[in-house]
C-alpha cells in the first residue's frame, strides 16, 4: 500500500510504475543538505524547494530535493 504524507518512509506510486516515493520532514533536509532552519524556510518562501503542507506538517519528495540539486549544476567556463 500507498504511504501518505505524514507517514514517514518509502513507497510505490503503483506496482507498475515502480516509482518510489520517499517522503522526508524539515529535519531530514537539513541533514541531508547541511542547512539552518532559515535558509530551509527561505527556500520555501521563494519556492526554491518544492513541499507539501498536511495537518500543518511540511513534507518533502526526495525526488523532488534530488531533481532540484541535479537541475542546479554549474558548469565552470575554461579560460582559453
Do not use: M
Not at 27 to 53: A, C, G, M, V
Request: net charge positive; charged share 30%; hydrophobic share 35%.
Amino acid at each position: 500500500s500507498n504511504l501518505n504524507p505524514g507517514q514517514k518512509g518509502k513507497a510505490f506510486l503503483s506496482k507498475e510504475s515502480k516509482v518510489e516515493l520517499i517522503w522526508l520532514d524539515n529535519q531530514d533536509i537539513k541533514t541531508l543538505l547541511h542547512i539552518s532552519n532559515r535558509t530551509l524556510q527561505k527556500w520555501r518562501d521563494e519556492y526554491i524547494l518544492p513541499f507539501y503542507k498536511v495537518c500543518g506538517k511540511i513534507w518533502y519528495l526526495k525526488h523532488e530535493v534530488d531533481e532540484l540539486l541535479l537541475n542546479s549544476k554549474v558548469i565552470p567556463k575554461r579560460n582559453q
